[in-house]
């Protein structure tokens, strides 16, 4: 199944106060924050939540993040973070996203992230086959 | 009414990986964002948002916070911020917390925070009337 | 010797554009941030890092905080964060912070903090001596 | 002059607990704090702090960011942020960065930002040419 095919995963979330500037917009690095958010919510909403992959010595870290910032986001914006698998394949996946204003649609933020499978000792170790099924592919 | 009486206001979060450190629990200065993300969430709720307080001109500006770290909280745990207006009066609101695990129902923070009322150009000024409806007093 | 005479340490920093807020200021919760940058300075400096402290079991955790804002700090403005120990006594140590406007010497923020020494299994227990020597007690 | 031949311009900081994650290393998104702290001492430096050209009327917003991590760095290490000018022409200025580990000289992150200018109104705007003598270019 092509990348292209695969289904977004939409998470809500609200801006808070803390993550906007003195611009009055939401501070640029925290839409990485908000692509975590909804990795996690993948996960945990598939039954194998980030917090056990690190217990069973599973853990991805980020190796790469793009980011394209198309419009600003304000204080208390609803928001809507799409994310879907971009590719997996032996020890790396990749992530895209979609950061949307949950009511008008209008697309604030386009990025990908890439992450590399480390075990407990930080040694690149192929994805597990349930970490594959956690993540829908 | 007595503040004893007031009822508490609810609002559930999970916990970021963003906001933990290295210690694996949820770094202490997070706890005053998540107290921000529960006022938010009160006078959304009412019907009169924090955005539009601010575009009528009326800042709530934090004067003093209080907090007693009980028990830590680590990534993707459930909370629940607990807030209530503990005092309301001329151009002074304080607010009262309870933030728990949400499955556990273990106390993890308490605090508190009070808040001044000032103009757009940072005057203190009387809490409006309208604001006090939206705190729910 | 009273707290009252202990000295003053005194740590500068400059506000990040990553700290301010919407109302143009720095975000609150980050005056907790610049304390901690304040007592990792006291402990790097008197030879006993805070890094090392872990690496030998010992961990400072915050169990109280108080925070006093009186005025606010704008991006790029220059502070000095002003810290020294309150009370130190069996397991429990506490700081006392003066926050400052570097060049005007505006007081912005008064504070303390108190930590709880506990093992690597976040069991209490008491403040060794070599760190009570590297703060400075 | 090609962009290879500009000179980089250090700056260092070190690593504050609060932006240390559960994985006991630096969370990603912080590099994007570390690298804005880098341009604002840029322009500080020569002259034209960020904080004047706001005043004057002239944002560089980011609309563009690529971050590649290489190894990571922990609590307290000392690091220095190398950041140059990558290009900069009409409205559009892109920024280059190292950063290393201060000691070792290991290099930890790679990337770059874009940022266009805009004025007060977040229209779009040629750079001016003070800006342009500020950057260094």
Known sequence: MPSEE???FDVPL???YAETDAQGVVYHANYL???EVARSSITRE???PYQAMEAAGINLVVVDARLRFRAPAGYDDPLVVRVRIRSLRGKVVAFAYRIEHAET????VTGETTH???DGSFRPRAIPDEVVRALGC
Not at 105 to 108: I, P, S
């Open 6 to 8: 695969r289904p977004w």
């Open 14 to 16: 609200r801006v808070r």
């Open 33 to 35: 924050v908000y692509m």
């Open 46 to 48: 598939r039954g194998f």
């Open 105 to 108: 649609g209008r697309l604030l």
């Open 116 to 118: 590399l499978c480390v």
